[in-house]
């Protein structure tokens, strides 16, 4: 069974600029998070979809959005990146949600110059 | 209200040793309690998990212990390896309502386990 699959895996962008980066969650998952994560702010939580709709959002500002697929398949997307933008984007697969096993992707590697 | 707050920051234990991470939290709301093992490069992956009606589980090597009037949970690693080495990361859920989604994570324990 093939597990959650991010791409791309390495990201360089320019302040200002916008990034989308995907997901493929496990077959058969409806759920799909997202979550940033840096060293100092550890992992935290951007939003949620579940069957297309956004279920669930963390407290980012409007520039981190997101969408899902028909398919499950999930994007994020980040516009008029700043430096402190730069961090390693997970997204977890889970079958309903939160208080169901989630399982996590490698992550993008995001680093905004 | 919504924070895990997780212990130690960093341990070091020998080969064979025990390794032990704990983590409270406030919401009596969370209902679901995974623990995350992640290494450099990679992506946390699911170790263990579990509900708040029973004090204890155990996979192999690694056993949560769950505190529900304390409001505390422990991951104890037994027999501790080398291969241990990784950062955990406690988290939290409240299955529904405007949770959707949404672990609560803990600030992570840097396991170095020397051979």
């Known amino acids: 069974k093939a597990g959650v699959t991010q791409t791309p895996r390495y990201l360089i962008k320019t302040r200002g600029q916008q990034v989308t980066l995907s997901c493929s969650p496990i077959?058969?998952?409806?759920?799909v998070s997202w979550y940033q994560q840096t060293p100092g702010q550890g992992l935290q939580f951007l939003f949620e979809y579940f069957s297309e709709t956004q279920r669930n959002k963390g407290n980012f500002p409007g520039r981190f959005s997101g969408r899902q697929f028909s398919n499950s398949r999930s994007e994020m997307n980040v516009s008029t990146l700043e430096l402190g933008d730069s961090a390693l984007y997970l997204c977890a697969s889970s079958l309903q949600g939160a208080g169901t096993e989630a399982f996590f992707g490698q992550g993008t590697r995001l680093t905004v110059v | 209200q919504q924070q895990v707050k997780q212990s130690p920051q960093s341990l070091i234990v020998q080969k064979g040793g025990i390794s032990i991470i704990n983590c409270a939290y406030e919401n009596t709301a969370f209902d679901y309690f995974p623990w995350y093992q992640q290494f450099p490069g990679k992506g946390p992956a699911l170790l263990i998990a579990?509900?708040?009606?029973?004090s204890e589980k155990k996979e192999g090597r690694f056993t949560i212990s769950f505190n529900k009037s304390a409001k505390q949970f422990s991951l104890h690693i037994m027999d501790s390896q080398p291969g241990d080495s990784a950062t955990y990361f406690c988290a939290a859920s409240v299955n529904g309502g405007t949770s959707y989604g949404k672990l609560t994570f803990g600030q992570g324990t840097i396991l170095t386990v020397h051979p």
């Open positions: 579990i509900r708040p009606d029973v």
């Open positions: 077959s058969g998952h409806r759920s």
